[in-house]
T-cell receptor, first 109, second 114 residues
Framework: EDKVVQSPLSLVVHEGDTVTLNCSYEVTNFRSLLWYKQEKKAPTFLFMLTSSGIEKKSGRLSSILDKKELFSILNITATQTGDSAIYLCAGTSYGKLTFGQGTILTVHP | DADVTQTPRNRITKTGKRIMLECSQTKGHDRMYWYRQDPGLGLRLIYYSFDVKDINKGEISDGYSVSRQAQAKFSLSLESAIPNQTALYFC?????????????FGPGTRLTVL
């Protein structure tokens, strides 16, 4: 059975802090690792990672994949209150996603 | 207009009732999915369809059925709703070619079964 585990499950920080969210996976016939941000309702796509060691970056967010150790991290620098959300990672295999439980990030002013 | 729409957005029903949740998309994607989200459990796959004639069970299909009426429409039914089906339900789509992994989600339906 495919499994994706995220840590920590929740995190409270202050504006300006840097955070690192973790995602480990055991997915048969793994193809890619996706990160989503979920604020009010629908998850919105952040990154797709397919190759080890190649960092993807979008503004203050960055992510990297390690296919040997089977994990990914999502970094957020200089956090803002608008970064408060649930962050979900998912491993893909044959077009299906297996999601982790999510990390609830709360950023205080 | 939203690319993936779901109706209704909220629904309260009673145990034993039949419920249908509907999903429509204008993205032109071949693949469609239904998930449920419960606190602390992430999103779990209920059913998925890679084209109009293809229906597959996901991780938690018991108690649910689906219908793919057209490329753009995918409905989820609860034949006889029970309280532990209270959850947030999401429809998602992805392209069949190019980038088949990235899924795009609808706004969700919050279902409460009393």
């Amino acid at each position: 059975e495919d499994k994706v585990v995220q840590s920590p499950l929740s995190l409270v920080v202050h504006e300006g802090d840097t955070v690192t969210l973790n995602c480990s996976y055991e997915v048969t016939n793994f193809r890619s690792l996706l990160w989503y941000k979920q604020e009010k309702k629908a998850p919105t796509f952040l990154f797709m990672l397919t190759s080890s060691g190649i960092e993807k970056k979008s503004g203050r967010l960055s992510s990297i994949l390690d296919k040997k150790e089977l994990f990914s991290i999502l970094n957020i620098t200089a956090t803002q209150t608008g970064d408060s959300a649930i962050y979900l990672c998912a491993g893909t295999s044959y077009g299906k996603l297996t999601f982790g439980q999510g990390t609830i990030l709360t950023v205080h002013p | 207009d939203a690319d993936v729409t779901q109706t209704p957005r909220n629904r309260i029903t009673k145990t034993g009732k039949r419920i249908m949740l509907e999903c429509s998309q204008t993205k032109g994607h071949d693949r469609m999915y239904w998930y449920r989200q419960d606190p602390g459990l992430g999103l779990r796959l209920i059913y998925y369809s890679f084209d109009v004639k293809d229906i597959n069970k996901g991780e938690i299909s018991d108690g649910y059925s689906v219908s793919r009426q057209a490329q753009a429409k995918f409905s989820l039914s609860l034949e006889s709703a029970i309280p532990n089906q209270t959850a947030l339900y999401f429809c998602a789509t992805s392209a069949g070619t190019g980038d088949p992994d990235t899924q795009y989600f609808g706004p969700g339906t919050r279902l409460t079964v009393l």
